[in-house]
Nanobody, 124 residues
Framework: EVQVVESGGGLVQAGGSLRLSCAAS????????IGWFRQAPGKEREGVSC????????RHVDSVRGRFTISSDNVEKTVFLQMNSLKPEDTAVYYC?????????????????WGQGTQVTVSS
C-alpha cells in the first residue's frame, strides 16, 4: 500500500527554520514524484515544492524560492523540506503527496496519495 507520512511541523519564530520529513512506504522513490503542499485557513491548497528523485527535477513556488530546499534520501525513503527564513505567511498545514512519474509538478490535482498533514506556525 502506498503511503506517505509527514512529520517535523511545529511553532517557530519568524526568521527561524524547520525541517519537514515525508516518509514513503509501499513504493520506490525513484518511480514517484513527491510534492509538498500547504493550506492556510480560508485559502486554497498551494503547491510549495516538488522533486522527482530519478531525474533530479525540482520546482519551487516563487514565494519560497531561495528559502526552502527539497531533497530526497532514497535509502531512508524520505523526502525533506528544509524551510529557512520562515515568515508568518508560511503558516499553514503542510502536506506531502506522491504520484508516479519523473517530472514534478506543483498541481495538487496530479497527486494520488496524500499524508495527513503537519502544522507549521510562524509567529511574528
Amino acid at each position: 500500500e502506498v503511503q506517505v507520512v509527514e512529520s517535523g511541523g511545529g511553532l517557530v519564530q519568524a526568521g527561524g527554520s524547520l525541517r519537514l520529513s515525508c516518509a514513503a512506504s509501499g513504493f520506490t522513490l525513484d518511480d514517484y514524484v513527491i510534492g509538498w503542499f500547504r493550506q492556510a485557513p480560508g485559502k486554497e491548497r498551494e503547491g510549495v515544492s516538488c522533486i522527482g528523485s530519478r531525474t533530479g527535477d525540482i520546482r519551487h513556488v516563487d514565494s519560497v524560492r531561495g528559502r526552502f530546499t527539497i531533497s530526497s534520501d532514497n535509502v531512508e525513503k524520505t523526502v525533506f523540506l528544509q524551510m529557512n527564513s520562515l515568515k508568518p505567511e508560511d503558516t499553514a498545514v503542510y502536506y506531502c503527496a506522491a504520484r508516479q512519474g519523473a517530472t514534478c509538478s506543483l498541481g495538487s490535482y496530479e497527486y494520488d496519495y496524500w499524508g495527513q498533514g503537519t502544522q507549521v506556525t510562524v509567529s511574528s
